[in-house]
């Protein structure tokens, strides 16, 4: 029978196929227009960055050329040919080449300072008043003839550029020249050209070099410059260009030109958003009015909806929750319309699928105890029969003591065997019993020795009957009999956040580990000859009342021997008993 759409999904499909194509041909056109408006913008703002960078040039080139002017002025190479003759003049011609100095500094449009030095009797002429005539005059250090940025100590932390021209030209240190001319301006001239260019043209921009060094405008956000800047350095970057780049979670047009004369970077930011936000208004009014209509459909198909969506959505939820094996799940809703029939018939069906499994489970557990109880009855006939052969031999001999200790150790232990009622005893009882089986053991062989350590924690804990007493007959009978030099049984506790382990350790002749891993294997099996019934016995109780990760396992022990573990699940709500610790020579 072919599936009909019910009148809910068809509106549904009608109103999408509605929406898609308005919301993709404007998607797309808005696309479109974004990528030219925003192509248009980056490229006014690199040319603007640009035309910047360009006067800026202009103007440290300007300054550039100032070494070179006074280097050929005929009053300073006066001054530096006569400046050692007896007959001249010099303090008149220092002054006139201070004025001179000061007179060239002030015709530029930048805040500089011109310097003269002359290594030959170490003098040093300059516009600063600061720097004129100083005797601290760096004789020994490299020769600048690019633009250099540093920071002097007189400066009080604010950077300048330096740039020198030396005769002879070929000279690499000041004290090897004739002559120095120095040419010296602030970063605050940089500074005010870049107040100036953020107030016209709303942006943030500063210098950055290839190193840590930058040059910020007196507004700027150092957090953001900060961010920009390391991302910039260390780049392979070109002589201009422009990247998108996100800080607090905002995206920035970052843009950027090398100047050609300090080798430093104009770089500007700018807000994408604050870009795109006359297309953002659009786009928002665009969302608001397919909100509106979207809100406008819902409600004419809210009606469909109660009536057809949420029983139906009922129905699934509660035929999940019976898939998952939660037989009680019913429908607890009112459609008051033909979904009231099939919620109904559902109910029903639940109900007597669960009155179905529930019999077959109790049938299943009614099934299991009456197998334990027939495993636990299989454990230990071998047993009462060796102690009466030991009582009758006892009495043979007149060994009166013996008799004794046999019959009240073996009269305790099959008191505590023959209790069938109650399946589940404590960590305490078992031990209890093993107590009573390994004096009985030593009444038979007298060089065995026991050791128990068990933590308070796990006295209270609730095992099966009987789980405990096969695992040290077994070390007695494949064990201690076996080697005339085997004495010793060890039982020890440990206990984690989730599961409780009691090890049985003796130290007889043990097995290899491939005969372990085929024990490991024949428990998982079906019981067999090749393995024990009570071992067999012992890890099914364990694994049928803890579930997955309980049972038993074998190990090789310490001293050689064999070690078996019970590993059961942890019972956090009881209450600690004292520490059994008790040891038998």
């Given at each position: 029978m072919p599936y009909k759409l019910n009148i809910f999904s068809k509106i549904l499909i009608l109103l999408v196929l509605l929406l898609i194509p308005i919301v993709l041909l404007y998607s797309y056109t808005n696309h479109i227009t974004n990528n030219v408006v925003q192509d248009q913008i980056q490229s006014s703002n690199l040319n603007q960055l640009s035309f910047f960078m360009h006067q800026l040039d202009g103007d440290?080139?300007?300054?550039?050329?100032?070494?070179?002017?006074?280097?050929?002025?005929?009053?300073?190479?006066?001054?530096?040919?006569?400046?050692?003759?007896?007959?001249?003049?010099?303090?008149?011609?220092?002054?006139?080449?201070?004025?001179?100095?000061?007179?060239q500094s002030v015709s530029s449009g930048w805040v500089n300072e011109l310097t003269i030095a002359i290594p030959k009797g170490k003098q040093v002429l300059s516009s600063s008043i600061f720097v004129n005539g100083t005797d601290t005059w760096p004789w020994h250090r490299k020769i600048q003839r690019t633009w250099t940025y540093e920071v002097r100590e007189s400066d009080k932390g604010v950077g300048s550029f330096i740039r020198e021209i030396s005769e002879p030209i070929r000279a690499q240190t000041v004290d090897q020249t004739n002559v120095l001319y120095q040419v010296r301006f602030s970063v605050q001239n940089m500074v005010q050209?870049?107040?100036?260019?953020?107030?016209?043209?709303?942006?943030?921009?500063?210098?950055?070099?290839?190193?840590?060094?930058?040059?910020?405008?007196?507004?700027?956000?150092?957090?953001?410059?900060?961010?920009?800047?390391?991302?910039?350095?260390?780049?392979?970057l070109p002589?201009?260009?422009?990247?998108?780049?996100q800080i607090n979670q905002q995206q920035y047009l970052v843009s950027y030109v090398k100047s050609t004369q300090l080798g430093w970077y104009l770089v500007d930011y700018v807000p994408v958003q604050k870009i795109l936000s006359p297309i953002?208004?659009?786009?928002?009014?665009?969302?608001?009015?397919?909100?509106?209509?979207?809100?406008?459909?819902?409600?004419?198909?809210?009606?469909?909806?109660?009536?057809?969506?949420?029983?139906?959505?009922?129905?699934?939820?509660?035929?999940?929750?019976?898939?998952?094996?939660?037989?009680?799940?019913r429908i607890d809703y009112k459609a008051k319309n033909e979904f009231d029939f099939l919620i109904q018939r559902f109910n029903e069906m639940a109900t007597q699928i669960q009155v179905l499994v529930e019999d077959v489970y109790a049938e299943k557990i009614r099934s299991r105890e009456a197998t334990l109880k027939q495993l636990q009855s299989q454990i230990h006939p071998h047993f009462l029969y060796n102690s009466l052969f030991f009582i009758i031999n006892s009495a043979e001999m007149d060994d009166k003591e013996s008799?004794?200790?046999?019959?009240?150790?073996?009269?305790?232990?099959?008191?505590?065997?023959?209790?069938?009622?109650?399946?589940?005893?404590?960590?305490?009882?078992?031990?209890?019993?093993?107590?009573?089986?390994?004096?009985?053991?030593?009444?038979?062989?007298?060089?065995?020795?026991?050791?128990?350590?068990?933590?308070?924690?796990?006295?209270?804990?609730?095992?099966?009957?009987?789980?405990?007493?096969?695992?040290v007959e077994n070390a007695i009978i494949h064990g201690i009999e076996r080697s005339l030099e085997s004495d010793h049984i060890a039982i020890k506790g440990e206990q984690d956040a989730e599961w409780n382990r009691v090890i049985v350790e003796d130290n007889g002749r043990g097995l290899s580990q491939e005969v372990l891993t085929k024990l490991a294997k024949q428990l998982e099996q079906p019981m067999s000859d090749d393995i024990g019934c009570g071992t067999w016995n012992v890890h099914h109780r364990l694994f049928y009342q803890f579930g997955e990760g309980s049972g038993l396992?074998?190990?090789?022990?310490?001293?050689?021997?064999?070690?078996?573990?019970?590993?059961?699940?942890?019972d956090t709500q009881q209450e600690a008993l004292p520490a059994i610790q008790e040891s038998r020579p």
């Open positions: 440290v080139e300007r300054l550039a050329m100032s070494p070179v002017i006074l280097g050929s002025d005929p009053y300073v190479r006066e001054y530096i040919d006569r400046n050692d003759s007896p007959s001249y003049d010099m303090l008149k011609e220092q002054s006139r080449m201070i004025q001179k100095l000061s007179l050209l870049l107040d100036v260019y953020k107030k016209d043209k709303r942006s943030d921009p500063f210098l950055v070099d290839g190193g840590q060094g930058s040059i910020l405008n007196s507004s700027s956000d150092p957090a953001i410059t900060a961010s920009i800047k390391e991302q910039l350095i260390g780049s392979d002589l201009s260009g422009q990247m998108q780049t953002t208004m659009t786009r928002k009014l665009f969302y608001i009015t397919i909100g509106l209509l979207l809100v406008m459909s819902v409600l004419a198909s809210f009606l469909l909806y109660r009536n057809v969506q949420i029983p139906i959505g009922k129905m699934i939820q509660s035929v999940q929750k019976v898939k998952r094996g939660d037989l009680s799940a008799v004794v200790a046999m019959s009240q150790n073996l009269a305790e232990f099959y008191r505590y065997t023959t209790r069938v009622e109650k399946q589940a005893v404590r960590l305490q009882d078992e031990l209890n019993l093993v107590v009573h089986y390994l004096n009985i053991q030593q009444l038979r062989i007298h060089r065995l020795t026991y050791e128990i350590a068990i933590p308070n924690e796990m006295l209270d804990e609730s095992v099966p009957r009987l789980i405990l007493q096969p695992l396992t074998f190990q090789i022990g310490e001293k050689g021997g064999m070690k078996a573990v019970l590993t059961w699940k942890r």
